[in-house]
Antibody, heavy 119, light 110 residues
């Protein structure tokens, strides 16, 4: 079945870095863009970033632009989110989600991985 | 990238209908027919319920419907059931080639 599995979350000090991964299965990964969406504790969903099917286009929320970098390895069916200069406000559950054009709907979601930024 | 505006909470009794609004601008909701709605139960990942304003993915009950007028999109749930109690989020594609979510609405089934 179609599945997304995130990993790489953990506790990290402010200013440090962390890399999240999202392993995809059950669909042709290289045909689809992919999103990252986060949810701070007790808060709503916040869109983080979108990468096109081939990795050539990337868009970021203003809150992470310049600090977070998206990449993907279509040979490994894996999406990555490199997070640098982490702040306490980045503490959240991070979800990856499969993109469906043309509306960039998120039709499949992973279970999420938790990132806690704390000293 | 201001969040879309949703009511914080709505409620209804079983069997009734409720509507959740999602207000944006001409740069997002009003500019594109690319509004989606997501249901999230506590401790779970979100689930796509409506895409492109009014389309239902396979497997989603026809009790869920979507519409849009100007800069405001709406999600209507008819024949409310206990399992509909959840948080609901809208999102929209934007003129900046980004995506923006609404703040979320907590639905309580009385």
């Amino acid at each position: 079945q179609v599945q997304l599995v995130e990993s790489g979350g953990g506790v990290v000090q402010p200013g440090r870095s962390l890399r999240l991964s999202c392993a995809a299965s059950g669909f042709t990964f290289s045909n689809h863009g992919m999103h990252w969406v986060r949810q701070a504790p007790g808060k709503g969903l916040e869109w983080v970033a979108l990468i096109s099917y081939d990795g050539s286009d990337k868009d970021y929320a203003d809150s992470v632009k310049g600090r977070f970098t998206l990449s993907r390895d279509n040979s490994k069916n894996t999406l990555y989110l490199q997070m640098n200069s982490l702040r306490a406000q980045d503490t959240a559950v991070y979800y990856c989600a499969k993109d469906e054009v043309p509306g960039h709907d998120m039709d499949v979601w992973g279970q999420g991985t938790t990132v806690t930024v704390s000293s | 990238q201001s969040a879309l505006t949703q009511p914080a909470s709505v409620s209804g009794s079983p069997g009734q209908s409720i509507t959740i609004s999602c207000t944006g601008t001409s740069s997002d909701v009003g500019g594109y027919n690319y509004v989606s709605w997501y249901q999230q139960h506590p401790g779970e990942a979100p689930k796509l319920m409506i895409y492109e304003v009014s389309n239902r993915p396979s497997g989603v009950s026809n009790r869920f419907s979507g519409s849009k007028s100007g800069n405001t999109a709406s999600l209507t749930i008819s024949g409310l059931q206990d399992e509909d109690e959840a948080d609901y989020y809208c999102n929209s594609y934007t003129s900046s080639s980004t995506v923006v979510f609404g703040g979320g609405t907590k639905l309580t089934v009385l």
